[in-house]
């Protein structure tokens, strides 16, 4: 098979804060090092793009030392968390910017989808827009032209073509981007996370259309996601980025589980102390430490599929070595900050016991876990057994992140969609009895 | 970095590109984006006006109203014993579309970040695209500009036009080529420090009295002999007097002080397109 991408030792660094009178003197710096046929003095120091720590040095390395190549007809799809740089690969793919260091090679046409609409001009009609859209992704006008009505039906808005777009309804905005891109002539395709935007059923054509130009055009699709059941479905390898690093390219399975089954001990794994925020409570019995696994697996993990297991565990120390017991409970959040659930120990037919002024750990066992994709907070607290004295109460103390493509379902499930994930029994009923 | 021979790649990212290095059939490529933004920036400048392209032709009138108000009849400047406002609007057409190209150019990467952000496509196609913009606009009033001519020249003022007229298209270029060339250099500074931006918000305007708008060169010379170089040495200068000779047969015209006008503007450009192109790469994440 012929490579068409060939990318060599790619590496991106970024400037972190902000930009202002510091930062001048430290360019004439750059200048003086390169007019002395130095090397970049603010390079040699730069860091992995680890964001949960504060770094000594504001250069960070957002891409570092990436190789990889692609083949023609390939489908590859590119995970990873937020910040593993995911986009920045994206942009230099899509020539928007330069890498600092390395080479890309690149055989045929390439288009990006970074953004749906990208140069729509609100007051210019449809008709003006997919010309306009076309011509800045790389058409030539004819070739819009010869596509114009295909792009129209595609996006289903035949009747608002000579409408100006900003009266346009965002459905019908995005469609009509993703129309025009999609029926770009080239050997390559670049797409960032643009789908999810767009109900459902635009989704599933606009996945399908995606698929058809891999499979029957034999042309080569990279795709960012992070709905596991589109890279699933799509993509045939895969590459995972962890801190701008490579850390994983093969086949989409292998690599997706690689990813799920991922050690991000850093936010899983907890431990507390008197400048934890968001912390109240006498302080009688505290919280030390609290970490997320999964069953059978003591790595730490914050990562869950639909329908997988989650062990909460948690470990209070009593400080008042008279007080026996302590009514505790966790609570569930949603980003957004509803409350789903407040899981009271007794609830459970279960006590937590002071030990004498021992540490004692214990665990929440939180079985086939039926929640939809995103991300959940989960609140640690403890008081009197008549809920009048707050012992220790850690709000939106450790999240956990529920992924699609689990045991339960391939179907990508939007966020907006739903919050638990029902599976009721289904049946005929025969109303002739 | 060792290349199999059998691979023949079309596009080669690298971290730093030839400087002089211009993209031509990358940017031949996209021409017609170019015509598109032209009439993307054509039209929506008069959607939801009543007047419409109409307004194209209220700015300058206007403003030689004024110019005729204040220092013709207030300020008594004479303007070479041609009529006031055909001698304003001379100047000030040019000059607009020179301080248009010259200050739409130098926020081009800062006005057009989303986009550049998100896509690729040769980066010269936008400032091309507001010199050409702008020359459609320069077309319009140069239009306002002929009728007035006639218009004066029906009442029997003394209006001879001759051979140096034939300049015109090389005026257009220089105006135009310096506009682009200088916004070019000020825009690769804007991307990171605004600093200059501010600078060419009042600067512009001032720079306007450094050249012969609303004077001749003539009083300017003898008025201010020891200053006057300040005036004739700004490259607009001889561009302004040479449309003046050439359609309106007054005026300091000289070969020199045209060739020197010139040859300032290619350096310019020249400059403005190193720049450009050391900028454009990586601009989208300073900006």
């Not at chain 2, 600067?203 to 708008?213: A, F, N």
């Not at chain 2, 010139?262 to 720049?275: E, M, N, P, R």
């Amino acid at each position: 098979m012929a490579k068409v991408i060939k990318v060599e030792n790619l590496s991106k660094a970024y400037q972190l804060g902000d930009f202002g009178t510091g930062t001048i003197s430290r360019d004439l710096e750059r200048f003086w090092a390169r007019m002395r046929g130095k090397e970049d003095p603010y390079l040699k120091i730069g860091e992995e793009n680890d964001r949960t720590c504060k770094g000594g040095s504001d250069v960070v390395w957002s891409l570092k030392g990436l190789d990889f190549d692609v083949e023609r007809g390939d489908a590859v799809g590119i995970i990873g968390r937020n910040g593993a740089g995911k986009s920045t690969l994206l942009k230099i793919l899509s020539r928007v910017t330069s890498p600092t260091l390395g080479t890309v090679r690149i055989k045929g046409r390439i288009a990006s989808l970074l953004e749906v609409g990208t140069g729509f001009h609100p007051e210019l009609t449809g008709r003006e827009n997919i010309f306009l859209n076309g011509a800045i992704l790389g058409m030539r006008k004819a070739e819009i032209k010869r596509k114009f009505e295909e792009i129209v039906n595609f996006a289903g808005v035949e009747r608002y073509v000579d409408t100006p777009v900003k009266r346009y309804s965002s459905g019908m905005y995005v469609r009509l981007a993703f129309a025009v891109a999609a029926h770009l002539e080239s050997e390559i395709l670049v797409v960032d996370e643009v789908l999810a935007v767009g109900d459902a059923d635009f989704q599933k054509k606009c996945l399908g259309k995606m698929g058809e130009v891999t499979k029957d055009e034999g042309r080569t699709i990279l795709f960012v996601s992070h709905n596991m059941a589109s890279i699933n479905q799509l993509c045939n390898t895969c590459l995972l980025l962890h801190n701008g690093k490579l850390e994983d390219m093969g086949e989409t399975r292998k690599v997706v589980d690689h990813y799920l089954m991922s050690d991000y001990a850093s936010t899983a794994h907890v431990v507390f102390d008197n400048d934890q925020k968001r912390r109240t409570g006498n302080q009688k019995v505290i919280f030390t430490k609290a970490w997320l696994n999964k069953p059978g697996d003591a790595n730490y993990t914050r990562v869950f599929s639909l329908g997988q297991s989650l062990h909460l565990s948690f470990s209070l120390q009593f400080n008042n070595p008279n007080l026996e017991t302590a009514r505790t409970s966790v609570e569930v959040k949603t980003a957004d900050g509803l409350r789903i659930a407040n899981m009271i120990d007794t609830d459970s037919g279960f006590e937590v016991r002071g030990g004498g002024g021992n540490l004692k750990t214990y665990q929440i066992i939180m079985e086939d876990l039926r929640l939809y994709p995103g991300t959940y907070y989960l609140s640690l607290y403890a008081g009197d057994t008549s809920s009048t004295e707050i012992y220790d109460y850690l709000e939106d103390c450790i999240s956990f992140e529920i992924i699609d493509g689990g045991i339960l379902t391939n179907r990508a499930l939007p966020r907006n969609a739903g919050l638990i994930y029902f599976t009721p029994t289904w049946e005929i009923k025969d109303e002739s009895k | 970095m060792s290349q199999q021979p059998e691979e023949d790649w079309d596009i080669e990212i690298v971290p730093k590109n030839n400087l002089l290095d211009l993209h031509i059939k990358d940017t031949w490529h996209y021409r017609d984006l170019l015509l598109l933004l032209v009439r993307r920036d054509f039209v929506s400048f008069y959607k939801q006006t009543i007047l419409g392209p109409v307004w194209f032709f209220i700015q300058p009138i206007i403003t030689i109203l004024i110019y005729n108000l204040v220092f013709s009849n207030l300020a008594g400047i004479k303007t070479d014993q041609i009529p006031a406002p055909l001698f304003y609007l001379a100047g000030t057409i040019i000059w607009n579309y020179f301080a248009d190209c010259l200050t739409k150019t130098s926020t081009v990467f800062k006005d057009n970040a989303a986009v550049m952000g998100k896509v690729y496509f040769p980066r010269l196609i936008l400032p091309l695209s507001i010199v050409m913009s702008n020359l459609v606009r320069f077309a319009v009033q140069f239009i306002l500009f002929l009728i007035l001519m006639g218009f004066y020249w029906g009442r029997g003022f003394n209006i001879s036009p001759n051979l140096a007229l034939l300049l015109f298209p090389l005026l257009i270029v220089i105006i135009a080529a310096l506009g682009l060339g200088l916004g070019m250099m000020i825009s690769a500074v804007t991307t990171k420090y605004r600093d200059l931006a501010f600078v060419v918000t009042f600067g512009v305007p001032l720079l306007m009295y450094t050249t012969t708008v609303i004077y001749p060169l003539s009083t300017a010379v003898t008025k201010y002999p020891a200053y006057s170089w300040i005036i004739k040495y700004n490259p607009v200068t001889a561009v302004i007097e040479t449309l003046r000779y050439g359609f309106l047969g007054k005026g300091s015209f000289s070969w020199g002080l045209l060739a020197y006008s010139c040859g300032i503007t290619i350096f310019i450009l020249l400059i403005g397109i190193v720049i450009f192109n050391k900028v454009e790469k990586t601009f989208v994440d300073t900006v």
